[in-house]
């Protein structure tokens, strides 16, 4: 018995150690199979996604151009020559038989409709006032592009302006960026996701020198959306080192 016990024990063995080699042998093309799974897996993923990185539109742009011209200093080239006119323009204004000598340059202000383009740009107006007419404001509008209609000159009450800061004399030496300037730095504080938010909308540039507060001639930019939503975006930028913030 214990020579059959032995001999079921060692033929036990020996099958357990063959089907175990056998296993062993096996595993080889069970990982090519496994592998040849994964190559598959992998190249119906890929395709997968190559089909699907084929097939989606890559996004988009959303905020249109803005259509602001390339070269800032031609166009302050160009303003101060249209102040130059303006200049002309006013100092020739008779009153009641007498011509307005004291009239000093204290706004500069430009409006734009739905698009930042000259294209948009119909008028600049130049705002003098008077020492000796404290009530009034002399406005001049200069037509663009320059001298393809007649300039007009405009005596208006000062109450007729929604102002919410009292202006001095622009001190000219300040004056180192144009209305260009000031809207490339609107645009990327907040302006041009302004555009892309609304349809239709005003941009108002205007140039002066506060009485009060942070006496710094600087432009005042705002974006006022007419779609109905009554959205608004106001920046600050200052006329001389075209640093800009957003103040509302």
């Known amino acids: 018995m214990k020579k059959h ?9 020996v099958l357990m150690i063959v089907l175990v080699g056998a296993g062993c042998q096996r595993r080889p093309a069970d990982d090519t199979d496994n592998t040849a799974n994964t190559v598959v897996n992998n190249t119906t993923d890929n395709s997968t996604v190559n089909n699907i990185s084929n097939t989606v539109t890559p996004p988009t742009n959303t905020i249109p151009p803005s259509g602001l011209p390339t070269d800032p ?31 000093v340059l204290t706004i500069v202000s ?8 000259d294209s948009g740009l119909d008028t600049n107006w130049f705002i003098y006032t008077s020492p000796s007419d404290v009530s009034n404001f002399y406005l001049v509008n200069m037509p663009r592009p ?88 106001k920046v600050q930028v200052n006329a001389t080192s075209g640093e800009g913030v957003v103040v509302q």
């Open 110 to 117: 430009s409006k734009f409709i739905n698009t930042l383009s």
């Open 73 to 103: 200093l031609a166009i302050l080239a160009d303003l101060k020559q249209e102040f130059k006119d303006a200049n002309e323009a006013i100092s020739s204004l008779v009153i009641y038989g007498e011509q307005k000598t004291d009239l």
């Open 5 to 13: 016990n032995i001999a079921w024990i060692g033929l036990s063995l």
């Open 146 to 233: 320059r001298a393809t209609k007649p300039y007009k000159r405009i005596i208006m009450p000062k109450t007729d302006f929604a102002f919410d800061f009292d202006v001095l004399a622009i001190p000219l030496e300040q004056w180192k960026k144009s209305y260009v300037d000031a809207l490339v730095k609107a645009e990327e504080l907040g302006g041009a996701k302004f555009r892309s938010e609304h349809k239709t909308f005003e941009v108002s540039t205007i140039l002066a020198y506060p009485a009060a507060g942070n006496q710094q001639l600087s432009w005042s930019v705002t974006y006022k959306a007419t779609d109905g939503t009554a959205a608004l975006l």
